[in-house]
T-cell receptor, first 115, second 109 residues
Framework: ETGVTQTPRHLVMGMTNKKSLKCEQH?????MYWYKQSAKKPLELMFV???????ENNSVPSRFSPECPNSSHLFLHLHTLQPEDSALYLC??????????????FGSGTQLSVL | QKEVEQNSGPLSVPEGAIASLNCTYS??????FFWYRQYSGKSPELIMS????GDKEDGRFTAQLNKASQYVSLLIRDSQPSDSATYLC?????????FGAGTTVTVRA
């Protein structure tokens, strides 16, 4: 599809669970992103990695922990989440990093439900 | 003040009509502007980008930018049922891309 693959597509977890979201891009891009999408709200940027270095952390609670082992893979580790964290989590990649026009390529997202 | 504002809709238009979507942004130094389309249950996909004042046409889509007034719009001509989706306005400044909440468009046959 878009060259950005996310797994799992759906995830239901309890507040005491630990889970991880995975994202892989096959486009040779330099930057990768995690966004949170809640109903009727703008996409919220959570984390940005440029060449495997984190360049943005938008005051995200520590119960969300990103990991970028290389430029093709991005993880979001989840632990002790709250019900208000239920949302669609989107991974995206882009060809360039800072000071460039950004055109994002999104994965299909992980629909997360926290019980 | 929200960085990027859009009317949430829904915007209902008959098939064949023009759908007009508006977006305003707060940061005057924003340089690049995008429209993404998101079908229900799917991820956003880029459909238009515009960087300078004026109009940019691509098929049935026309993006319009007015930096002095800080607004960007999207026109969809000859609207089709397949255009029914949520349209997200995005504004880029430095390395940050800010999104509006989206306008839902429904094209009725």
């Amino acid at each position: 599809e878009t060259g950005v693959t996310q797994t799992p597509r759906h995830l239901v977890m309890g507040m005491t669970n630990k889970k991880s979201l995975k994202c892989e891009q096959h486009l040779g891009h330099n930057a990768m992103y995690w966004y949170k999408q809640s109903a009727k709200k703008p996409l919220e940027l959570m984390f940005v990695y440029s060449l495997e270095e984190r360049v943005e952390n938008n005051s995200v609670p520590s119960r969300f922990s990103p990991e970028c082992p290389n430029s093709s893979h991005l993880f979001l580790h989840l632990h002790t989440l709250q019900p208000e964290d239920s949302a669609l989590y989107l991974c995206a990649s882009s060809p360039n990093n800072r000071h460039s026009n950004e055109k994002l390529f999104f994965g299909s997202g992980t629909q997360l439900s926290v019980l | 003040q929200k960085e990027v504002e859009q009317n949430s809709g829904p915007l209902s238009v008959p098939e064949g009509a023009i759908a007009s979507l508006n977006c305003t942004y707060s940061d005057r130094v924003s340089q690049s502007f995008f429209w993404y389309r998101q079908y229900s249950g799917k991820s956003p996909e880029l459909i238009m980008s515009i960087y300078s004042n004026g109009d940019k046409e691509d098929g049935r889509f026309t993006a319009q930018l007015n930096k002095a007034s800080q607004y960007v719009s999207l026109l969809i001509r000859d609207s089709q049922p397949s255009d029914s989706a949520t349209y997200l306005c995005a504004v880029h400044n430095d390395y940050k891309l800010s999104f509006g909440a989206g306008t839902t468009v429904t094209v009725r046959a």
